[in-house]
């Protein structure tokens, strides 16, 4: 069975320049979650997602991230411009509930801004 | 607040040596307590879980007991193997909570590199 996809699997881009990072999670998951990875702040949650409508983007670190989700397999978080402090791993992950449930990453996404 | 501590990588070990990563977590209620791996290059997966107090999380050899006296679940390794080398995240879930407040809270992660 495919797990969670991402893509690109690495992206490098200038400051100022819009990103977009994109995420199919797991056929039959109603749950879905973005995170960031640094070495200084580990693993923060940005924005999860149930039944494709937004629950809690809260530590999305400020406006110029957007997340989307159009349809149940479909997903994207957008860095509008892009500054270099951006520069992380992003894992989308995906579940059958919110939060009873196990969470299955992708692969992740290296951003790096320049 | 709710929050995980896990011990500073990184740690290098040879093989067959005898594994710790010390966890210890501050949460209201009772949460649920997990192990997360990262192998390089890849998400993380799901090692181990124990949901109450006294229980003992185990897969591929490694076991974690939940202490709720000592707000502790440290990870351990009777032999460790060079195909263990990866990130390990404690993390914990707090139960009964919907939204946000029931999510996953990870520690920093411990880097473990085993040696032939």
């Known amino acids: 069975d495919a797990g969670v996809i991402q893509s690109p699997r690495h992206e490098v881009t200038e400051m100022g320049q819009e990103v977009t990072l994109r995420c199919k999670p797991i056929?039959?998951?109603?749950?879905l979650f973005w995170y960031r990875q640094t070495m200084m702040r580990g693993l923060e949650l940005l924005i999860y997602?149930?039944?494709?409508?937004?629950?809690?983007d809260s530590g999305m670190p400020e406006d110029r991230f957007s997340a989307k989700m159009p349809n149940a397999s479909f997903s994207t978080l957008k860095i509008q411009p892009s500054e270099p402090r951006d520069s992380a791993v992003y894992f989308c992950?995906?579940?059958?509930?919110?939060?009873?449930?196990?969470?299955?990453f992708g692969p992740g996404t290296r951003l790096t801004v320049t | 607040g709710n929050s995980v501590t896990q011990m500073e990588g990184p740690v290098t070990l040879s093989e067959e040596a005898f594994l710790t990563i010390n966890c210890t977590y501050t949460?209201?209620?009772?949460?649920?307590l997990f192990w997360y791996v990262q192998y390089p290059g890849e998400g993380l997966q799901l090692l181990l879980k124990a949901t109450k107090a006294d229980d003992k999380g185990s897969n591929k050899g490694f076991e974690a007991t939940y202490r709720k006296e000592t707000t502790s679940f440290h990870l351990e390794k009777g032999s460790v193997q060079v195909s263990d080398s990866a990130v390990y995240f404690c993390?914990?879930?707090?139960?009964?909570?919907?939204?946000?407040?029931?999510?996953?809270?990870f520690g920093k992660g411990t880097k473990l590199s085993v040696k032939p």
């Open positions: 949460a209201t209620g009772y949460p649920s």
């Open positions: 056929s039959g998951h109603n749950s």
């Open positions: 997602f149930n039944n494709n409508v937004p629950i809690d």
């Open positions: 992950a995906s579940s059958l509930g919110q939060t009873s449930y196990e969470q299955y």
């Open positions: 993390a914990l879930r707090r139960e009964g909570y919907g939204g946000s407040q029931g999510n996953l809270i």
